[in-house]
């Protein structure tokens, strides 16, 4: 198959039609090829829908994995042919798109199938709605880019930090992307055709400054506490660099199959085998069910100072300013799309599909309520919770609870695991130490968000 002199020149092959989907006021691009019995969205790095398809490499991958399902495929928001952005969303907004696309093409469940940057976004969306996610596929899958005492793949915070600003200076060129794919791949970088495609495709799929924001998301988030949490059929697959880190994961997973593959490379220059061991985990007879745990963030609010509050008020005057603290906690519950899952007298418990939903939520219930006179301490954490007659329950409630009593007056309080999901929202945070929580075992770094 030819390559192409350059990019306006027609490719060599046919290239389906880039329909569009809407995510709130946002067109999300996306394509869909195959008829086969499964929907499989396919979530990728970085990508151009339309460009990926001038080399020979990926339009193979694409008709291997047609051979068993119906391949959706899409551009994230933010790059490629997706509406652009100078900021990249958080990881639930682009949760919020997946969803969308898959509304669109008609689909209410689809196997994933991820890469690169995408398995923190596959797995997030999996443990969130297992009811859309029929199964899970992860290649070389990283719980987080930044090593830790307990994590020791990765990289320092300093070294990310100099590659993101790499990134910001040198996105584009030749030489930079060159540097690229030969961490991921040393056989592909020595084929001057596909060096020239995999330069092309990077430029056309995302500019400078949106690459470095994206690089800095990367390094700012982890999935560490979301993998026990995932409880769709999930099968890691993963090559010889990549086996510390992608066993990690699949070991935290519950019943995750995980199959390594000899030596190291770029995704669409998987083995053979690689490919054959996803058509069969796909097409195996996944068992359907109804999803009796799910991750959430969980929003725990109370008013403080309430017993000296009504006892000087009396019951028919505090009685008013507790509806009006109702009404307007409800009203903010409703903006942000939080689900009230009880009321706890001069409290709420809520929950949120996306953490940075939650913490925006708990800041405007509290500014809602001074208005009224009121102050509020509010707690969050993200958690996988059981589903007991459409009721919340298990450790994960705990631990909000718990989080939420340590907050103190006018402030929102979260856990290390809200914080680590919602890199790119903007939201800023000041660290108060590492704590015990009545009843939850180990102990929990908590973070003041940073009133704005």
């Given amino acids: 198959m030819a390559f192409p002199s350059t990019f306006n020149e027609t490719p060599p092959v046919q290239i389906p039609d880039v329909e569009y989907a809407r995510s709130g006021d946002v067109s999300i691009a996306y394509q869909v090829i195959g008829n086969g019995p499964i929907d499989l969205l396919v979530i990728p790095f970085i990508n151009n829908l339309v460009h990926a398809w001038a080399h020979p490499l990926w339009p193979r991958v694409y008709e291997r994995m047609t051979a068993f399902s119906r391949l959706i495929m899409f551009d994230k928001r933010g790059t490629g042919l997706s509406d652009r952005f100078g900021e990249l969303p958080t990881l639930e907004v682009r949760m919020d798109d997946l969803r969308a696309v898959l509304d669109e093409v008609g689909s209410d469940r689809a196997a994933l199938i991820s890469f690169g940057e995408g398995n923190h976004l596959a797995a997030l969306f999996a443990a969130t709605y297992p009811e859309r996610t ?3 596929v992860l290649y070389n899958p990283v719980a987080r880019y930044i090593s830790a005492p307990d994590y020791p793949w990765g990289q320092t915070t300093e070294e990310w930090s100099r590659l993101v600003e790499r990134v910001g200076e040198n996105w584009g060129k030749q030489a930079f992307f060159d540097d690229m794919l030969r961490s991921m791949d040393p056989i592909l970088a020595e084929d001057e055709e596909f060096r020239r495609w995999h330069a092309a495709l990077f430029r056309v799929a995302a500019s400078p400054a949106s690459a470095a924001t994206f690089y800095r998301m990367m390094m700012e988030t982890d999935v560490r506490d979301v993998l026990p949490a995932i409880r769709v059929p999930t099968l890691v697959c993963y090559r010889e660099d990549f086996s510390g880190p992608s ?46 745990r799910v991750l959430v963030t969980l929003l725990f609010t109370d008013i403080v100072g309430s017993t000296e ?22 009203r903010e519950l409703e ?30 219930i509290r500014d809602a309520v001074r208005e009224v006179g009121l102050e509020i301490r509010a707690g969050l954490h993200t958690g996988e919770c059981e589903l007991v007659r459409g009721e919340v329950a298990g450790i994960a409630v705990h631990t909000a609870a718990r989080v939420a009593a340590l907050a103190g007056s006018g402030k929102v309080l979260v856990s290390s695991t809200v914080k680590d999901l919602v890199a790119g929202s903007g939201i800023e945070f000041e660290s108060i130490g590492d704590h015990t929580l009545k009843g939850v075992p180990g102990e929990w770094r908590l973070f003041v968000v940073r009133d704005t």
Avoid: M
């Avoid at 935290?252 to 995980?258: D, G, H, K, M, V």
């Avoid at 509050?309 to 409800?330: F, I, M, S």
């Fill in 134 to 136: 029929s199964a899970l």
């Fill in 247 to 292: 066993r990690f994961v699949a070991e935290r997973i519950p019943a995750a199959q995980a199959v390594e593959f000899p030596g190291i490379g770029y995704f669409a220059n998987a083995p053979t085998e690689a490919f054959d061991e996803i058509e069969r985990f796909l097409s195996g007879g996944l068992v359907e069910r109804e999803p009796d």
């Fill in 309 to 330: 509050l009504a006892t000087r008020l009396g019951d028919r005057d505090w009685r008013g300013l507790l509806e009006k603290h109702n009404a307007a906690v409800r």
């Fill in 335 to 364: 903006r942000f799309r939080g689900h009230e899952a009880n009321t706890t007298g001069d409290g709420f418990l809520a929950t949120f599909d996306g953490p940075a939903r939650g913490i925006r939520c708990a800041s405007a």
